[in-house]
Each structure stands twice: as structure tokens, then as C-alpha cells.
């Protein structure tokens, strides 16, 4: 499906593979994202930057519909999301999670494939091997039978990226996989995003560390409550825009904000 | 004569004790079995405000049929009563906290409060009601067995078989949705859908459970069993089957008691066999009770004390320092700074195990076994030194505590990753990176 889209040429909107238009998330009436449009072409590994409270992983979880919108409109591939649900891959932030679930790698990793496998259906053999090759993409295959709580922060971080893997997206949603990782799990995550984009996926990254931005991603989203900027890295990352993004508080507009958290 | 009675009980010789036993294991499994995933979406509470909530429903429901002229004692139109007004009381607390910014915690308190005290006040009505018959209405507040007839016990299995049945069909997306709600939004399930069927099952097992086990305790039923089946199993699969056990063998336990002691109110039996159970689990539980815990950390403290003196004997025996009794003695008091009674119990430990024996003369000896040990231990242990050195950029004076700290615990793939990083040595005993044998060099 989503390929048709793709190939479908110049159609206006078709073409990126995330289309948002508008959109306002407001947690109890105080927006924390404010009109926000982005067209963003296909294959690309691009960053999600900014200040604490920027609305990076706000902004994910609205294209995922995790949180209602205010208003606006999120397309993917040029379809509404609730259509092309199969085409999106989700690694949710590391502390989002019980670790001391009762569960193992491989049983996390093939959540990834639920769906694949659909309602009811027991995660048979064919599955389970799909699984542990995920594990072994992240280094993990000797692990598989470890109870989840076991593993380093860097060891759950990338069980989240097999189970992501093994949805086969198109596009592929990651909230902070960097933080907080040991250098080899940081390794094998560049590893994994090379692979993604070489297979002419595209992967959407919150990310914290500046400095990196330049080796990891070739687009950058810029956000601060709105679109600061968003482009390729090479145009868009410039000191003027960085200044933009984090420095000086937009005092005008946070104090409206404020005023509208209080007064409603 | 006590113990006749005890044996009647629990073979189930009266048709009554079957009734009521079936009823009551019937309810521990179904608490068992949805209470795991209760428990692990984190709504715990939310159970227990719904079973606070139901008394106004049950009292309200006593008085409606009063006044249209039924018999206010039929247990399935109080019980609907229940699950009418628990399921308002879940919906209050739901409403709450997503639409104000009273957070979760609070939310439930209020609403648990506020209905119990609404119910409260209704069944002083009933009692001070003339002609009403009030008697049986107490017992939804502590739970109360013997009045169970076939038609409850056998609803309570229906719902239990129900509480299975859909455990086991839905046990991957049940799994799924407890563990990371997001994700699975995210990955197109309904998990607003998933999180209202498993909720309806809990207020079911809930309302079904009141009249046995009170609106008190109801919340047990649906806890204990969990909470103590996790000590026992890192499964899922297995922490469900767990459950539904304790939650049975709890009820069976706790009903035969209240048949042998009639006076004694069955909820709270049922719920203290459960507790009974939950106690034992925490402290001799095989996945993560006490006593393992313990065991585990006291076991590490013994193969730590046992390698520290197998390198010992072995860079003495590189040193050539055990030629005398006495200096070899000196030796191993110095290497790590032990007392003498604690070289006497680490010696102790070796010789139990087949590593040492002791020279007519009093000198220590590796026994074959023991100096395969022994170079093993020491192998890692510089391995893990020269690591450090080379690619952790660690102080040479902080090595041997860092390679100290690590190599008891170091598994199988750990010594293959690390050879792999240091070629260089092959399989061999590397040479100490300090100066064996002043004492201080291994310290």
C-alpha cells in the first residue's frame, strides 16, 4: 500500500511520508503544541530536537493518536494514520514500561509481530525464529531467555528496537533510544538506522545530544511548542535556528500560554 | 470428634459444604486468574473502589424491591443492584481523573468513601424499616458462605469458567496491552476496548465475589493470589496457573475452617488462608523470594572468599613463597588483609570442596583439581586487569579492586568476549600486571 503511494508521482502530499497540517495538542487547554506543519519526505533518518517540554515525544505520540488533538491533521504516506497503521513502527521511551514485568526478551520482541499474526493466534515457531533473529540483529540472540529485569538500561533499549524491527514499518517512530545507553547499544543503534535507511525507510528520532546530530540524521526537526524549523540537517541546522530553538524564552507567546492554563 | 468433623469437611461428605466449597474455589480461581493482569495493569485499586461502590447498589436494590413488593432477598436482583451502581462508581473515578486535574489516587478515595458512606446510610434506613428483613444485608459487608445456595455457587462458576475462557483466548493481547499500552495503541489495538473487557471481568469476579468474601476483603480475592504467584515464576503463563492455584487452595483452606467454626466471618478466612499462602511465597518463593535472595547474595560471598584464596595459593606457589609453614602463612594473612580466623574459615571452605589438602608439615597444598581452579581464577582476574589497563582507561591502582569486583561473576560468554578482546594471551596464565608476592601487590 504503501509503496503505491510512494510511486505515485509529484501528487501533492503523496509524496511524504509524513504529512501534518495544523496540528494543536493542548493537555487540559494548556497547548503543548502549537499549529504544527511538517511535510517530510520519504527515506530519511530524521532527528527530533529541542528544549525540555518542547513537545518532542508529544508530537510522536500525536502522529500515533496516543494523545487527542486539538485540532489538525496527520497523514502518513498521504493516507489518515488510521489507515496506514501496518506502515508505522513505535519504540516507546525505555521508562515508559514496568521492567519487572513478568516476560522475557524474546516474548517482548515478538509483540512486535501480534499483529502480524493477528487476534487470538498463539506466537507459533515461525514467529518465534523471526523473533531471535531480531535478537541477533541487536546482539542479543544470547539473551533470549532472560527475564527482562536482568538486562541493562542498554540491553532493554535494544529489545525495544527488535521488537520495532520485527513490525517491518515503513516508517518507524523512536522516542530517546540514545538516552542513557552504553556505547556499544549506542553502536549497535546507529548500526540499525543505517540499515533502515539504506532499505529506503524512513525513522523518526527524539534525540538530546546535539553534538551527534550531525553523523546520525540527514533531516531535523526543530521544535519548541511549533516548528522552529524543519529540513535537511545541512540547511537547517545553523547557529541562528539552534538560538531559535533554545535560547531566550519566546516571552510573548509562553506568557499567553500561561495566561490560558490559568484562566481556564 | 474434631477431627471427624474435620474430615467431613474437607472431603465434602455434606451436600452443603459441596455447594458452598464449589462456589468459593470457583471464585479463587476466577480472582486468580484476572487478578494477574489486574495486577499488572496497575489497577488494583480501582477494584477496590468498585467493590466499596456496589454496597449503595445492593442497599438501594433492597429497597426498591421492597417497595414494588418483591422479596428484597434475592441474590441476583442485589446483585445487579452491585454491579449497577460498582460499575458508576468505576465510572466517577475513570471520569475524574481524566477530566479534572484531581490525580488517580485521590479520585479513588473519594469515590470509595463516598459510596460506602452513601450505603452506609441506606442500610441504617433498612433497619430502622419496619417488617424489613434486614438480617442478610450485613453479611455483604464481611462476606458470608453459609447462606450460599446451588444457583450462586453455580453462577459463580459460570463467571469463572467465563474468566478463564477469555484469559486463555486473549492471554497474547491481555499480555500486550498490561505491559505497554502505547505500543499496542500504537500498533493498532484497541486497547480502550481490551482495558473495558478486562475491567468488566474484574467488577464481575467482584460483584459475584460480595456476597462470599464482603465488600471488604473482595479486593483480596483478586490481590493476594498474584502478588503471591510472582515470587514463583518470571511467566507469565505460569504466574496465571500459579494464581489460579493459590486462589483455590485459599478458599478451599479457608471455607473448610469457617465450616468447623461457623462464628468466624468466611470472607476474612478465606482471605487469611490466601495471606497465609502469600507469606510463605515471599519468603521461600523460586524466582524472587526472600530466601533466595538471600541464599543467592550469601552463595556469591562464599565463591568470592573461595576464588580470593585460590589466587592466593596460586601467586604464592608463583612466588615461591610456601616453602615454610610460617611463610606462607604470613603470606596469605597479608594478601587481602585477612584475619586469621577468616583465612581459617576461607581455608576451611577449600578443603571441603576438594581444592587443598594440608602437607604433614602444616603447609597448604592445591590438589589437581584445586590448581585448575586456581589458574582459572587467576587467568580472569588478570585478564580482566590488563581489560581495564587497555580499554577502560582505568588508574593501574584501581585495576585489581575493578577486576575484583567483576570476575566472580563473570559467566561463560563474558571470559569468551573478553579473550576474544585480548588474543594475545591465548589460553595461558598471563603474568601479574603488579609485583607478586610483596603483599601489596595483591591487595
Request: glycine residues 10%; charged residues 20%.
Amino acid at each position: 500500500m504503501g509503496l503505491e503511494q510512494m510511486s505515485s508521482p509529484e501528487a501533492d502530499g503523496n509524496r511524504c511520508s509524513l504529512h501534518i497540517r495544523d496540528l494543536t495538542v493542548a493537555y487540559h487547554r494548556k497547548p503543548v503544541l502549537w499549529d504544527v506543519d511538517l511535510d517530510v519526505p520519504p527515506s530519511v533518518v530524521a532527528g527530533i530536537v529541542g528544549p525540555n517540554g518542547a513537545g518532542k515525544s508529544t508530537l510522536i505520540k500525536a502522529v500515533l493518536d496516543l494523545v487527542p488533538h486539538a485540532s489538525g491533521t496527520v497523514e502518513i504516506f498521504g493516507k489518515p494514520y488510521r489507515k496506514q497503521r501496518r506502515l508505522v513502527g513505535y519504540v516507546p521511551q525505555r521508562e515508559s514500561v514496568d521492567w519487572n514485568y513478568p516476560i522475557n526478551a524474546l516474548e517482548l520482541v515478538a509483540m512486535g509481530l501480534y499483529r502480524t499474526i493477528g487476534w487470538f493466534r498463539r506466537v507459533g515457531p515461525v514467529y518465534r525464529r523471526r523473533a531471535l533473529q531480531a535478537l541477533a540483529d541487536v546482539g542479543m540472540a544470547d539473551l533470549a531467555h532472560r527475564q527482562i529485569s536482568q538486562l541493562s538500561g542498554g540491553q532493554q533499549q535494544r529489545i525495544f528496537l527488535a521488537r520495532a524491527l520485527v513490525q517491518d514499518a515503513e516508517v518507524y517512530f523512536m522516542d530517546e533510544p540514545f538516552s542513557g545507553v552504553d556505547a556499544a547499544t549506542e553502536k549497535t543503534i546507529i548500526a540499525i538506522l543505517q540499515r533502515l535507511r539504506e532499505a529506503g525507510k524512513t525513522v523518526f528520532v527524539v534525540h538530546h545530544d546535539l553534538e551527534t546530530v550531525r553523523d546520525y540524521f540527514d533531516y531535523l526537526i526543530m521544535l519548541n511548542m511549533r516548528v522552529v524549523s524543519a529540513g535537511p540537517v545541512a540547511e537547517v541546522f545553523t547557529p541562528e535556528n539552534l538560538r531559535r530553538t533554545y535560547g531566550g524564552r519566546l516571552t510573548l507567546l509562553d506568557r499567553a500560554v500561561d495566561a490560558m492554563g490559568r484562566t481556564r | 470428634m474434631i477431627v471427624d468433623r474435620l474430615m467431613r469437611v474437607l472431603t465434602l461428605a455434606d451436600y452443603n459444604t459441596r455447594v458452598v466449597m464449589f462456589g468459593t474455589v470457583m471464585l479463587g480461581i476466577a480472582g486468580g486468574v484476572i487478578g494477574v493482569f489486574l495486577l499488572l495493569r496497575r489497577r488494583a485499586l480501582l477494584a477496590d473502589a468498585v467493590s466499596h461502590a456496589a454496597l449503595p447498589g445492593v442497599a438501594g436494590a433492597f429497597l426498591l424491591i421492597l417497595a414494588l413488593g418483591g422479596n428484597p432477598r434475592s441474590l441476583p436482583l442485589l446483585m445487579l443492584g452491585a454491579l449497577v451502581s460498582g460499575l458508576l462508581g468505576m465510572g466517577c473515578v475513570l471520569f475524574i481523573t481524566r477530566f479534572t486535574r484531581i490525580s488517580q489516587d485521590a479520585a479513588l478515595g473519594i469515590v470509595l468513601s463516598v459510596f460506602f458512606g452513601f450505603g452506609v446510610a441506606l442500610l441504617g434506613i433498612i433497619q430502622r424499616t419496619r417488617g424489613a428483613p434486614a438480617a442478610g444485608l450485613n453479611s455483604f459487608i464481611y462476606g458470608r458462605t453459609a447462606s450460599m445456595i446451588r444457583a450462586d455457587a453455580m453462577l459463580i462458576g459460570i463467571a469463572a469458567l467465563v474468566v478463564v475462557l477469555v484469559s486463555m483466548v486473549l492471554f497474547k493481547e491481555f499480555r500486550l496491552f498490561t505491559f505497554d499500552p502505547d505500543f499496542a495503541a500504537g500498533d493498532g489495538w484497541p486497547v480502550q476496548r481490551l482495558d473495558t473487557l478486562l475491567m468488566s471481568l474484574v467488577v464481575a469476579v467482584t460483584v459475584i465475589g460480595l456476597q462470599a468474601v464482603g465488600i471488604i476483603l473482595v479486593i483480596a480475592i483478586l490481590v493476594v493470589p498474584p502478588a503471591a504467584a510472582r515470587f514463583w515464576t518470571d511467566r507469565l503463563d505460569h504466574m496465571v496457573l500459579i494464581s489460579a492455584g493459590v486462589g483455590a487452595i485459599g478458599a478451599y483452606l479457608g471455607t473448610g475452617v469457617s465450616a468447623l467454626a461457623p462464628r468466624l466471618p468466611a470472607g476474612a478466612v478465606i482471605v487469611g488462608a490466601h495471606g497465609s499462602v502469600f507469606v510463605v511465597s515471599m519468603l521461600i518463593g523460586s524466582a524472587r523470594g526472600v530466601l533466595r535472595e538471600l541464599f543467592a547474595h550469601r552463595s556469591l560471598a562464599r565463591t568470592t572468599v573461595k576464588q580470593n584464596l585460590l589466587r592466593a595459593l596460586f601467586e604464592c606457589e608463583e612466588a615461591e613463597r610456601g616453602a615454610s609453614v610460617e611463610s606462607q602463612w604470613r603470606y596469605l594473612t597479608t594478601a587481602r588483609g585477612w584475619t586469621e580466623r577468616e583465612l581459617a574459615r576461607a581455608l576451611r571452605l577449600l578443603l571441603r570442596d576438594g581444592s587443598i589438602y594440608r602437607l604433614p608439615a602444616g603447609a597448604w597444598q592445591l590438589t589437581e583439581p584445586g590448581r585448575v581452579r586456581a589458574a582459572r581464577v587467576t587467568r580472569n582476574h588478570r585478564l580482566w586487569e590488563v581489560y581495564l589497563l587497555e580499554h577502560a582507561e582505568t588508574a593501574p591502582a584501581h585495576v585489581d579492586r575493578g577486576a575484583d569486583f567483576i570476575e566472580h561473576v563473570l559467566g561463560e560468554e563474558l571470559v569468551a568476549e573478553l579473550e576474544e578482546a585480548l588474543p594475545r594471551f591465548g589460553k595461558v596464565v598471563p603474568a601479574s600486571v603488579h609485583v607478586i608476592g610483596t603483599g601489596r601487590g595483591a591487595t
